[in-house]
C-alpha cells in the first residue's frame, strides 16, 4: 500500500524534471495530454448537451465552445485574431479554412460563430466521447471514400443550411496537411455555398512549423495567427462557376497564408516544404 501511494509522487517530480530536460518527451506529453483532456472534457459536455438540448442540437455547440476555450492555455499556446469583422454577416453562410493538425479544434473553438458547425470525416464519430459530442454537436460527417455519398450529405446539408439557419465550416484540404502550404482544394465546400446561394467565409490559421513539428518531435508554446477573410458572394453562381470560385478562394488563402505565416517564421527560420 505504501509503495503504491509512492507512484503518483514519483510521477509528480519525474514528469517536470522530463519536461524541463526532454523536447520529445514534452512532445508526447503534450499530444498525450490534449487528447486525454479533450476525451475528458467532452465526457464532462455530454450530459450538459443532453439536459440543455436532449439530443443532437447545433445549440450545443456553445457548451462545446465554452468547454475548449482554455485548453490553448494548457498547450502554451496564444491566438492573435484578425478581421473579427468579417463574421458579423447575418444569416448562414460557409466557412472555410486550411487544416494542420487535430490543433485546430483550438483556434475553430476560438472564433466559431453561433450556430456553426463543421464538416467532418465519418471515422471521428467512433473516437469515443469525443465522436458522441461531435454528433450531438450536429457535426456532418461524411464519407469521403464514396463522393456520391458525400455529394447527397452535403445536398442536404445544404438546404438544412436554409431551413436551420445554419453556418458550416468546411475544410477544402479535406484533410490534415503541415508541408508549409496549402493542398490543393476539393470542391465540396463551393458546391455546398452555390447550392445554398450563402457567402463564403474564410479563415487562415497561421503555420504551425515554429511550435509544433511532427518530424523533429517539437511541440513547443507558440503564437498562432488567424486572419478571417472578408465574404466571398456566391448569388447567381452555379456550378459552372463553382472551379473559379474554388481557384479565387485558394489564391486569396495562400496569399494570407503565406503572409502571416512569413511574418511569424521570420524569426524562427522558414517554413518548411
Ligand atoms: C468538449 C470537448 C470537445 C471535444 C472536441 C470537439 C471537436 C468539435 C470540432 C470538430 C472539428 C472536426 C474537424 C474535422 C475535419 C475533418 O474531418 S477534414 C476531412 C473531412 N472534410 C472534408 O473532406 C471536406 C472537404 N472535402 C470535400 O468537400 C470533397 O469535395 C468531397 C465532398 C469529400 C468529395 O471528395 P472528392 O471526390 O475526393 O473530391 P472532389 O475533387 O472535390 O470532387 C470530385 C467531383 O465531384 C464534384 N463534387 C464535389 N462535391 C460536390 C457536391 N457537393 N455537389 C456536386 N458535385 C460535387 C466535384 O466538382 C468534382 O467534379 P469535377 O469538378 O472534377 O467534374
Ligand atoms: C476510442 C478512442 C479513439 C481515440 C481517437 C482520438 C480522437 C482525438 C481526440 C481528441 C482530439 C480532439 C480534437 C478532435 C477533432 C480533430 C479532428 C481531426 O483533426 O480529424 C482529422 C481530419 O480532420 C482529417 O483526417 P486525416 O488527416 O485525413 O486523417
Known amino acids: 500500500m505504501d509503495v503504491l501511494w509512492m507512484i503518483p509522487l514519483l510521477l509528480l517530480m519525474i514528469i517536470p524534471l522530463l519536461m524541463c530536460t526532454s523536447s520529445t518527451f514534452v512532445f508526447y506529453f503534450k499530444k498525450f495530454f490534449y487528447v486525454a483532456w479533450m476525451m475528458v472534457l467532452a465526457l464532462i459536455a455530454i450530459p450538459l448537451c443532453i439536459l440543455k438540448s436532449g439530443g443532437r442540437d447545433i445549440e450545443n455547440m456553445r457548451i462545446i465552445r465554452f468547454m475548449v476555450r482554455h485548453v490553448k492555455y494548457l498547450l502554451g499556446l496564444r491566438f492573435e485574431v484578425s478581421g473579427w469583422e468579417h463574421l458579423q454577416t447575418e444569416g448562414p453562410y460557409v466557412v472555410i479554412s486550411n487544416h494542420q493538425s487535430s490543433l485546430d479544434v483550438l483556434g475553430l473553438m476560438e472564433i466559431l460563430p453561433d450556430r456553426c458547425t463543421t464538416i467532418a470525416k465519418k471515422e471521428l464519430v467512433y473516437a469515443g466521447t469525443v465522436g458522441l459530442i461531435c454528433w450531438l ?97 456566391t448569388k447567381g453562381m452555379t456550378s459552372d462557376d463553382v472551379s473559379s470560385l474554388s481557384d479565387k478562394s485558394f489564391d486569396l488563402m495562400r496569399a494570407a497564408f503565406l503572409d502571416i505565416s512569413d511574418s511569424i517564421t521570420r524569426s524562427n527560420g522558414p517554413v518548411r516544404h
Open 137 to 233: 454537436g450536429g457535426i456532418v460527417f461524411i464519407n469521403r471514400k464514396k463522393t456520391s455519398d458525400a455529394k447527397s450529405v452535403m445536398a442536404d446539408a445544404a438546404k438544412t443550411m436554409l431551413d436551420d439557419q445554419i453556418r458550416l465550416w468546411v475544410f477544402p484540404e479535406g484533410t490534415r496537411n503541415q508541408n508549409g502550404d496549402l493542398l490543393p482544394f476539393k470542391k465540396g465546400a463551393f458546391h455546398l455555398a452555390v447550392q445554398a446561394q450563402v457567402p463564403i467565409i474564410p479563415v487562415v490559421f497561421s503555420s504551425y512549423s515554429n511550435f509544433y513539428l511532427r518530424k523533429e518531435k517539437q511541440f513547443k508554446s507558440g503564437v498562432i495567427r488567424l486572419k478571417i477573410l472578408p465574404k466571398i458572394e
